[in-house]
């Protein structure tokens, strides 16, 4: 539930999607259920730390996010359309996503700021098919690390986080009211 509540909050409204980290893929055809199950028993008593926000440019805009750091990643991660180095990667979730680079760095500079760190055993490995993917015609999806909370996480952020998350999302939306129409949040 932080999550959704965390990511509801600075954008104003529910996400579609659950928060979730993506791992491999795309697939041009569906992975064997037997790689599934191996990847899986690889996740048994690995936990992973959410913690410290990063920002990237997407295609619509910036997505702002929180690193997302397991010992598995190593030994499970595949994304062929990935072309940066091994140092290079950042799995993460991410939190928020807008046309703006000024709302983008006002979100981060907000979650560096609230001192957030999650440490879970929350998530479990599934095949995504993101819209992105559907548009691009790849129906075999992607392997997402799926978000759902378990009660023994343990989650740290500043008192007073979700009042100051709700005064900021007011703020930037706003600010996105008053950028032209293609620029508006995503």
Known sequence: MF?????RTLSGKPKSDAPHITVRGPY???P???SLE??????TGNG???IDSGVFKTPKGYAVFLHAKSKIFDDIWWKPDYRGTKSSRKPHVTIFETASSHCAELVQNFLNSEQISVFTYAFALTVYTSKQHELLGDNNGVLDLSYSPLPQERI???EGMFERGSRLYEYIAEQEHNLPHQLRLL
């Not at 999550?3 to 990511?7: A, G, I, K, Y």
């Not at 191996?38 to 996740?43: A, D, E, I, T, V």
């Open 48 to 50: 992973v730390l959410l």
């Open 32 to 34: 064997e259920s037997t």
């Open 38 to 43: 191996n990847w899986k028993s690889g996740l």
């Open 3 to 7: 999550l959704d509540d965390l990511r």
């Open 28 to 30: 041009s055809v569906k």
């Open 156 to 158: 740290h952020f500043k």
